[in-house]
T-cell receptor, first 113, second 113 residues
Framework: SQQGEEDPQALSIQEGENATMNCSYKTSINNLQWYRQNSGRGLVHLILIRSNEREKHSGRLRVTLDTSKKSSSLLITASRAADTASYFCATPPDGGSNYKLTFGKGTLLTVNP | GAGVSQTPSNKVTEKGKYVELRCDPISGHTALYWYRQSLGQGPEFLIYFQGTGAADDSGLPNDRFFAVRPEGSVSTLKIQRTERGDSAVYLC???????????FGQGTRLTVV
């Protein structure tokens, strides 16, 4: 079963705009991770945020985590056409190891040049 | 440096046939994972290897699925008596140790006709 659910399912924006994707999850977590996938193939790890962190930055990426609402958001600033991909949130089981990640269904982001 | 390599990249097989999917992890990575991704879904965990042993195979859907990693490096996912519902992208990932960042391969797209 899916632990995380991304919202929206699809997002289309113009180059230069910001893109925000949300993820809701059901059970307690010790961390939440965001991945990117191009053309339905290999996944690339973007960022990990721990349950005791509220916000984390990496380049043009900003991730927030609200454990009281069981939700996270991924913001991509100044988007580029090359950011077009599917984005997934993923969580390991609470108290468990990172290998057994549960992924959401993803948000398909299209950045138009 | 070489990343995780999966072969073949695409495989079409007839219902009822046996298939083997290969994963070459990054050299020196002790942890290896298999995930399966159906169309429009996020990846789902299948099995995790630490070294040569399957530390957690709880995600394998049934006994038609089996995976090995005899020398602690290359892994093979084996599917017997394939069914159309097995059609998916099979993703392999490896990490230096269990709780470190996982690097995914490009996947094998399996189509059962």
């Amino acid at each position: 079963s899916q632990q995380g659910e991304e919202d929206p399912q699809a997002l289309s924006i113009q180059e230069g705009e910001n893109a925000t994707m949300n993820c809701s999850y059901k059970t307690s977590i010790n961390n939440l991770q965001w991945y990117r996938q191009n053309s339905g193939r290999g996944l690339v790890h973007l960022i990990l945020i721990r349950s005791n962190e509220r916000e984390k930055h990496s380049g043009r990426l900003r991730v927030t985590l609200d454990t009281s609402k069981k939700s996270s958001s991924l913001l991509i600033t100044a988007s580029r056409a090359a950011d077009t991909a599917s984005y997934f949130c993923a969580t390991p089981p609470d108290g468990g190891s990172n290998y057994k990640l549960t992924f959401g269904k993803g948000t398909l982001l299209t950045v138009n040049p | 440096g070489a990343g995780v390599s999966q072969t073949p990249s695409n495989k079409v097989t007839e219902k009822g046939k046996y298939v083997e999917l290969r994963c070459d992890p990054i050299s020196g990575h002790t942890a290896l994972y298999w995930y399966r991704q159906s169309l429009g879904q996020g990846p789902e965990f299948l099995i995790y290897f630490q070294g040569t042993g399957a530390a957690d195979d709880s995600g394998l859907p049934n006994d038609r699925f089996f995976a090995v990693r005899p020398e602690g490096s290359v892994s093979t996912l084996k599917i017997q008596r394939t069914e159309r519902g097995d059609s998916a992208v099979y993703l392999c990932a490896s990490s230096l140790m269990m709780n470190t960042e996982a690097f995914f391969g490009q996947g094998t797209r399996l189509t059962v006709v």
